[in-house]
């Protein structure tokens, strides 16, 4: 995903659409680009943040062929590429996602197995995906939607071993299991990225190959600064506070996402349309106070850091 030496942060990448619900590709390129300028390490198209379960299939692949084409090179890019039924009809639409260009076919955790079948069940699936999709590199997700199904180190460690996995969105939430999936997987060309930003500083120092959380999707450039600061002594100070104010945001982040999302963005002079396809609540009057709340606290903790 990235130089071996560096963290970094991956963007879960929202989908613009238009007030009528198309596909805003305008948008998309101003967006891509936004993520692009801010340091963003690579990108996660097709994600839970695109509205990936809105999308049609069409939509999802031509959207993941819009990004490639924006980014031309300039970072790695993975998608998810996996929504459900038999691992044979999973893997066929792998392998279509595969060829618009993307680094690596993300897969959801939740979709290769029932919550309630083993992880011996999970596991024989996810080595028949490997089967079936020649020397695709592949990544997971621990999507919470339809339910989150978290690997544990061991089984990270069987799949990262066959070379064929390189990448992790983690969701665990637990510092702890963070380490123990670092550990069992040291010295593969892999990265786990970490999305929960309650211990983002933590993480960062366990090893973690960087971040990947939707606070990126109001301001990516501080997660970015995060990345490449967390453990500058004469940073500390600030560190502490970025870490705090992640702390403190997560509610009115997660409330109404992703339509708050865009909202800040909007303030923020991105040509993007609140409208979103999933069922996420009312974006109420007092909603749209606290994220202009929020705008104002980012610019003072931006000259706090400057």
């Not at 993975?78 to 038999?86: I, K, L, Q, R």
């Not at 960087?210 to 606070?215: E, M, N």
Request: charged share 25%; proline share 3%; glycine share 6%.
């Amino acid at each position: 995903m990235m130089n071996k030496k560096e963290q970094g942060f991956i963007p879960v990448m929202l989908t613009p659409f238009k007030d009528n619900g198309e596909i805003d590709y305008e948008a998309l390129t101003q967006l891509t680009e936004f993520y692009l300028e801010s340091g963003a390490s690579g990108l996660f198209a097709n994600c839970l943040s695109s509205e990936m379960f809105e999308l049609k299939d069409e939509e999802k692949i031509k959207s993941v062929q819009h990004i490639v084409k924006v980014v031309n090179g300039a970072v790695s890019v993975v998608a998810t590429g996996t929504f459900g039924g038999p691992v044979t009809q999973q893997a066929e639409f792998a392998k279509q996602i595969y060829q618009t260009g993307i680094d690596a076919v993300i897969v959801i955790t939740g979709l290769l197995a029932e919550e309630n079948e083993s992880d011996t069940v999970f596991n024989d699936r996810i080595f028949s995906l490997m089967d079936q999709t020649e020397q695709i590199p592949l990544g997971f997700y621990e999507c919470p939607i339809p339910y989150k199904r978290v690997l544990s180190a061991e089984q990270l460690k069987q799949f990262v071993a066959t070379n064929r996995v390189i990448y992790h969105k983690d969701t665990c939430l637990d510092i702890n299991q963070i380490k123990d999936k670092l550990k069992a997987v040291e010295g593969y060309n892999f990265g786990l990225y970490d999305a929960y930003m309650g211990h983002a500083v933590e993480s960062l120092k366990a090893g973690v190959a960087g971040l990947s959380c939707i606070q990126g999707n109001f301001f990516p450039e501080l997660i970015v600064w995060l990345c490449k600061n967390y453990n500058n002594e004469n940073l500390k100070v600030e560190v502490d506070k970025v870490q705090q104010f992640l702390i403190d945001n997560m509610d009115v982040m997660h409330d109404v996402y992703p339509i708050v999302a865009k909202y800040f963005l909007q303030k923020r002079g991105l040509n993007i349309s609140t409208f979103t396809r999933r069922e996420v609540g009312d974006f109420s009057s007092q909603k749209k106070h606290k994220i202009e709340n929020l705008q104002n606290d980012y610019t003072f903790l931006q000259q706090e850091i400057a």
